[in-house]
């Protein structure tokens, strides 16, 4: 009876310590890789030979495969704690206000396991909560970063694009933003948990893609997300800012206008608005037949959510009868100057032609230089002191004569030697008669002299 008793007061005993020695905290936590989770936790113990200046200490332990061995991954004393886990897991409560609460950050696949927490105050309260165990799951990183564009992109006009990085923990997380894409292309942006840059988008960056990744360097994970830019913008284009036509030709005026959102197009003239010519297509101003009357400023509007612009066009006609006295004077022009070239050939050539007279004429007076001439052969007889006379060959032209200076021969007695003498003369020609070249004649002439 008395064993008895004394086995129900140390039941109660032991039940009492167990009421005194408590842990509130979830029996299980999920993270992803290279993120971060915060764990809260209460623990409760007996005030034992202590007081409240007495220093609390707290242990988060890993369990091992050996049940008398642990690991410490966290405390706020300076006991030396695993490596692995140095850095990212943190005993941000304080047990002396009995508060375990636990951080883990940049997780990684080998924190999986089960934890459990220990707390010293004073000479009497050392206790561990192995009943209270804490199992801990790491995931593939599944979540991606989140993209914030303050108001809409215009063109032109810079804005703010942010990228955060959710669950991502703030307390000693080491980050590496980086952007990609047709507008904007840099890395190695390292902040807490977020990245901003300045974006000043452009016409062609509408429907281009732009992706933010996050680079978790503890946890050895990447994570990205991409998303497609809406860049509001606006792009004006006539065909021209003056155009001239001929009266009665045809004509399109096409005006184009590039923008987000899409823009409504319309044509005026004046006070004259235009009814599109093609309904499915407004920008296009049809004028089948262009008459003087439709010369003038022509201008089309574009107008969407962000305004309007205007583009202008100037259609100068011009006169089909204008255009023929205009070919006319060109004609009269040109038949002048071509008289005017063929009057000073005539002048030129009639020139060349007196300068031909003129050398045929002193051709007349001195033919011996004209190359045109004719043979006259003279047999004779030398005798002594005889002399050879006047010689003269005439034309049908003016008379010119040709006088050969007295010549001596020698005296000979012997018999009369016939001989033959060749001499040219050029012969005459009248002063009107064209430029004519007479055929080469000869003529013979005995000529006895007596002695």
Known sequence: MLLLLLMLLQWAGFQAQNHIYWLDIQK????????????????SYPQEKWSTSTPAYGYWNRETDQPTKYLVVATNTNRKVQEETKGRFYLVGDPKKYNCSLLITDAKKTDMGSYFFRVERGQKVKYSYVSYK??????????APDIHIQGTLESGHPNNVTCKMPLACKINSSLTFSWIGVAFNSQDHKTTYSSVFTLTPEPHHHGTHLTCQVAFPRADVTTKRTIQLNVSSWKLSSNGSSLPILEGESLYLVCVASSNPPAKLSWTRGNLDFQPSQPLNPGV????????????????QAQNSLGFQKGTLILSVTSKSRIWSTVAWGAGIMVLLALCLGLIFFIVKRYKKKSSETAASMDDIHP?????????????????????????????????????????????????????????FQRMRSWDAPEQEDADTTEYSEIKIQK
């Open 285 to 300: 101003l049809e004028l089948p037949r262009v008459a003087l009357g439709d010369h003038g400023q022509y201008i089309c």
């Open 368 to 424: 011996v230089l004209n190359t045109s001439s004719q043979a006259i052969y003279v047999n004779s007889y030398p005798l002594c002191h005889s002399t050879l006379g006047h010689l003269s060959e005439s034309s049908s032209g003016s008379p010119s004569n040709y006088s050969s200076s007295p010549t001596a021969f020698p005296i000979s007695r012997e018999e009369p030697e016939l001989h033959y003498t060749s001499i040219s």
């Open 28 to 43: 299980s936590v999920t993270v992803q890789e290279g993120l971060c989770v915060y764990v809260p936790c209460s623990v």
């Open 134 to 143: 804490l199992s801990v799951h790491v995931a593939a990183l599944t979540q």
